[in-house]
């Protein structure tokens, strides 16, 4: 099992920038696929990035494209969303996901039945 913390969510104007954090505990880290997900008032999940066990492969959600970046340190159990050029669209609850994966190093998910273990999620607020 592994335990997932988020940080680094606020409030922050349109245009700017924020970082969030997951911290991971509890098992071996670079076994779990990562992923970020997001969730407005009144609006389902939606998939924000996800992240392969060693870094080769990174896919992003359309709505964030060339915008959000995604990253991980294995040595140290974390993962980052680095947030550029915000949106007030973009305010929502941010999550962070994991997802056991033994095999394939370079695989990614999109789909947030994938995941197994789930942080309590980070407010990110954008004012206009």
């Known amino acids: 099992q592994v335990q997932l913390v988020e940080s680094g969510g606020g409030l922050v104007q349109a245009g700017g920038s924020l970082t969030l954090s997951c911290a991971a505990s509890?098992?071996?880290?670079?076994?779990?696929?990562m992923g970020w997900f997001r969730q407005a008032p009144g609006k389902e999940r939606e998939f924000v990035a996800g992240i392969s066990r060693i870094s080769t492969r990174k896919i992003y959600g359309d709505s964030v494209k060339g915008r959000f970046t995604i990253s991980r340190d294995n040595a140290k159990n974390t993962v980052h969303l680095q947030m550029n050029s915000l949106k007030p669209e973009d305010t929502a609850v941010y999550y962070c996901?994991?997802?056991?994966?033994?095999?394939?190093?370079?695989?990614?998910?999109?789909?947030?039945?994938?995941?197994?273990?789930w942080g309590q999620g980070t407010q990110v607020t954008v004012s206009s």
């Open positions: 509890g098992s071996t880290f670079s076994s779990y696929v």
């Open positions: 996901a994991a997802k056991g994966e033994p095999v394939y190093v370079h695989l990614v998910y999109v789909q947030s039945s994938a995941y197994n273990y």
